[in-house]
């Protein structure tokens, strides 16, 4: 694509503008470090075009705090108060996601994965945020938490134009067949090769 622009134009009948505000499906997976990253530097963009910014997290504990959690809540809070940028939410599994108000930190992850989805899903239909994320969400998918071919079939049959992006290794052959954009992470090269641990302002 030199130049951002494509190497043929499809025949659908689609204008130029049409395509440009369809709704896309990225995937980021693969062994190397980077797919949340990537992730959520793509929500940054969507925060200052002023999209509505909804991350779920499907695996970290809600008692990890990670670095780009606290910046978007930050984003959020200064859409809310100064009308800047898009508004934001941030939900994570670990002891129960935000909206379901459970109690006790003694959780059953599949079934937690399985409300999740089922949050997202409804989310999706009501046309709730104009960009997802769902972060580390292909392994509920690996692990039979959440059918994958429920999850392509939602996110085919989505309204509008909202934009969806999922995270985590070994992203299902289905999930990658409906994507409009798959991108692999390979690990060349990591500090924990060499025995570093991770390390403050780059892991969290």
Sequence with gaps: MPQGRPVAVPADGLTTRARRNAPLLAVHTGPGKGKSTAAFGMALRAWNQRFDVGVFQFVKSAKWKVGEESAFRELGRLHDEHGVGGAVEWHKMGSGWSWSRKQGDEVDHAAAAADGWAEIARRLTDERHDF???DEFTYPLKWGWVDVHEVVDVLASRPGTQHVVITGRDAPAA????????????????PMDAGRKGQRGIEW
Aim: glycine share 0%; proline share 0%.
């Design 175 to 190: 999930l990658l067949d409906a994507a409009d954009l798959v991108t692999e992470m390979t690990k060349v090269k990591h």
């Design 132 to 134: 997802y994320v769902l």
